[in-house]
């Protein structure tokens, strides 16, 4: 859902970018770049989704395991993308995020 939800925020750019190029604020030119970006961001991200969908193998021995399984796999994917590295940094966190929720309420 974090992932999702982070997906999400980077469509709201798309709208915030459409936006401001419908009123001016940025030209044409930067806003066909920002928008690239963005949609290589959106696909990094959705790649990311669907390998974490798939998730079902069962070695991990602990959370903190997958954890570190998924954030090594996350700096991966975005490296091989050319995206920046704020993408890997959005989705560490999310995955942070749900880690420390997780074993919270395990205890």
């Not at 959106?42 to 390998?51: A, P």
Request: proline residues 1%; contains cysteine; hydrophobic residues 35%.
């Amino acid at each position: 859902v974090e992932i999702e939800d982070l997906q999400d925020d980077l469509m709201l750019l798309v709208d915030l970018h459409t936006d401001r190029e419908e009123k001016g604020e940025i030209t044409h030119y930067v806003f066909l770049e920002n928008l690239t970006t963005i949609k290589k961001e959106i696909d990094v991200v959705k790649v990311i989704l669907e390998q974490f969908h798939e998730l079902s193998d069962p070695h991990y021995k602990s959370l903190d395991e997958l954890a570190e399984d998924m954030i090594t796999k996350i700096k991966k994917k975005v490296e091989v993308s050319g995206c920046s590295d704020a993408v890997y940094t959005f989705l560490k966190r999310k995955i942070e995020k749900v880690h420390k929720y997780v074993e919270q309420n395990l205890d």
